[in-house]
């Protein structure tokens, strides 16, 4: 799943403008869902932003933001305005991506946006989940669902508010790291990479942490989010999660590149928790079982 600083990247790359390859800029002709499921809202009317151009992207969480605000000229200067909001949720297998075919039946498209100058966005999903999905906003979009209940971006949270946070949920920290509404952006990979940099177990009890141990972990979540994004800025595209650096997410029973122990895992239906017993949990391996007194 695409994570923080793969949208970030994304939205960097369409943000470009149209005579560099990417959107902003580009005059809206149409917007078409594609499949039933791709269109969470009724009102507006995603026709309202058709013949405004697309004033930027950007992201908020996970969240992608196609901003198209009406603008007025006067006194010299332009306003924007009433702006109609495309949020893009990209869940597990989705892609926003330029649609060169334009085919009437694009495979996995889910839906498109089409450009007075020919080119459109494609938003695709691979596999069967069709949970990806588009919400159309006017006003302001970060006050609305889905994005008002989103917890601080993790590349911004400070110290303090990422302390504050972790006291609020008291829950374990691969939960809390993967659940959008106390900090937003991570997933589960960087919930692993993060863990792991920061030398804690990922079934620590947040509301248990100490001074040391948030501090660790507010900067790990910097670092790893800023290699991630290093990363991801290099590629001409979306990275596949396979591409991705890591040092313990899916490198069960591979030696840790800091410590040589083994990497374990904890696994689950849909994902697992990787971890490094030296570095993370004293030398303790969990057992493999969410109920066991051993996971702590
Ligand atoms: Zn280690």
Known sequence: ?????????????????????????????GFRPITF???????????????????????????????????????????????????????QGGRLVPDESQSAKPRNGV?????????????????????????VLAGDPLTQSPLSDLGIDADVVTRD?????????????????????GIAGIGRMLANEICHRARLSPFAAT???????????????????????AFERGMERMSKSAERPGNVHHHKSDPCPTCGDTVRAVEYNAYEVDYCPTCQTGGKVLADNTTSKFLK
């Open 207 to 229: 509301n248990k942490l100490d001074g040391d141990q948030v501090d660790r972990l507010h900067a790990a979540i910097a670092g790893c989010i800023a290699d991630a994004l």
């Open 161 to 181: 508010q990422l302390a504050t946070a972790l006291d609020a949920k008291g829950t374990r920290l691969h939960t809390f790291l993967r659940d959008q509404h």
């Open 37 to 91: 499921t791709a269109l969470k809202t009724a009102l507006p009317d995603p026709s309202e932003a058709v013949g405004r151009p697309l004033r930027t992207v950007d992201r908020r969480g996970k969240f992608l933001l196609l901003r198209f605000p009406s603008e007025r000229a006067g006194d010299g200067a332009v306003t924007e305005e009433d702006p109609i909001t495309f949020v893009v949720h990209l869940m």
């Open 1 to 29: 799943m695409p994570e923080l600083p793969e949208v970030q990247a994304h939205v960097e790359r369409l943000s470009r403008p149209v005579d560099d390859g990417g959107f902003a800029g580009a005059v809206l002709g």
């Open 111 to 135: 839906a498109r946006w089409s450009f007075d100058d020919g080119t459109a966005l494609l938003l695709t999903e691979a596999g069967k989940e069709r949970k990806a999905g588009v919400w």
